[in-house]
């Protein structure tokens, strides 16, 4: 039930606290170190390679994943879009491990991709907030995101529990195989709780975003690099969907191969910085667009920040930034969706769950 809520999808933002308090409840042990299945861990170890397959917004979050696969557990993974895989095969290495992520675990997609990978005798695990779901039963192994039902077709929760999953799942690989590149993931995630928190009690001024920036635009950009890039890619696909507006997310050093073409008196462009290594490379692109006319909302992290940056949300650990930079792009998609008239939860042309090839 959405309660007091007017949509689903505002709840389901609302509900991103809480699920990160339940996920780092049901993945610790009594003495509170991350905990993950056994079978599921072995299935990691004895592997060469990760290949993620999955869809949309699950995709997104796959590419987060991959970072923490080989930044943590130093296991090469590759992030492919199921419905590509099925008929463009990439050469696979010797011991692969397959890895589904799918909110519902009906994507047709995907479970194409899962049959064939069982003919031929591979390893696989989903990832999914369904348990009995399709993916799920098929697979030899199975995480539960526990979001709890996400309704609206916009995938919100679902998308950052993905990434919390994927991020303690590659804490526990890295620790099993004797890394030095574990960190307090559990105490990370509990800043990231409260730094959501402090985005969503900060919608009013997210709203204001909206009404300066894409009241009346039929395109806007969202520019990062690195996984700030990531978190762009699916802020647009937030956008697109149930604003109606045309919206693409690129590398920010990619756009002057061609896409700065688009950029015209009064553009949107939302910029992320929350990674130091490229707050200045950002920075700088951020320029390039504003040089050509395009209205730049700048959002960075606390310790980042400039003076004039639209939006700055607390700090965490720089792989986590995603789980609280995203939130300020769903509100975004949520308000200009809202301001638009559109159907905020079953947008055009969409089901929640595709269940045809
Ligand atoms: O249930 P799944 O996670 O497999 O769904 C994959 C995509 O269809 C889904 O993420 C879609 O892109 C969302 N509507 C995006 O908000």
Same mark, same amino acid.
């Given at each position: ?76 993974? =590759? ?16 011991k692969p491990l397959f890895i589904f992520i799918s909110q519902s675990g ?75 590149? =574990? ?21 009013? $001024? ?5 009404? =300066?920036?894409? $009241? ?59 990674? =130091? ?81």
């Amino acid at each position: 039930e959405k309660g007091t809520y007017d949509h689903f999808m505002l709840k389901e933002i609302n509900d991103q606290p809480a699920t990160m308090r339940k996920i780092i409840q049901e993945y610790q042990d009594k003495d509170e170190n991350l905990k993950i299945d056994g079978a599921v861990i072995d299935q990691l170890k004895s592997s060469d390679r990760i290949y993620i397959i999955a869809a949309g917004t699950s995709y997104h979050a796959g590419l987060i994943g991959k970072e923490y696969f080989e930044k943590w557990a130093g296991v090469p993974t =590759e992030v492919h879009v199921a419905s590509e895989f099925v008929y463009n095969t990439p050469l696979l290495s010797e011991k692969p491990l397959f890895i589904f992520i799918s909110q519902s675990g009906e994507t047709a997609d995907s479970r194409a991709v899962l049959v064939d990978v069982k003919k031929q005798g591979h390893k696989s695990l989903t990832v999914t907030n369904v348990p009995g779901s399709t993916l799920a039963r098929e697979a030899d192994e199975t995480l539960i995101l526990h979001a709890g039902p996400e309704i609206a077709v916009a995938s919100t929760k679902a998308y950052t529990a993905q990434i919390a999953v994927l991020s303690i799942l590659a804490q526990v690989t890295a620790r099993e195989l004797g890394k030095d590149t =574990e960190i307090n993931l559990m105490r990370e995630l509990a800043k990231v709780t409260t730094a959501i928190t402090a985005v969503i009690d900060d919608a009013p $001024e997210i709203e204001q975003i909206v009404n =300066e920036y894409l $009241e009346t635009t039929r395109n806007a950009f969202f520019i990062g690099r690195t996984m700030d890039y990531y978190v762009g890619v699916e802020g647009a696909l937030k956008l697109k969907e149930i604003s109606y507006i045309q919206a693409e997310g690129f590398a920010g050093g990619e756009l002057k191969h061609g896409t700065i073409a688009l950029i015209e008196e009064n553009t949107p462009v939302f910029a992320l910085a929350t990674q =130091e290594r490229v707050n200045l490379n950002i920075r700088g692109n951020a320029q390039e667009v504003e040089a050509r006319g395009a209205k730049v909302c700048m959002v960075s992290m606390e310790g980042m920040d400039q003076e004039g940056d639209t939006y700055v949300i607390p700090q965490v650990h720089e792989m986590l930034t995603p789980l609280v930079s995203v939130v300020v792009y769903q509100l975004i998609a949520y308000y200009a969706a809202l301001h638009r008239g559109n159907d905020v939860d079953k947008p055009r042309n969409l089901a929640k769950s595709v269940t045809v090839e």
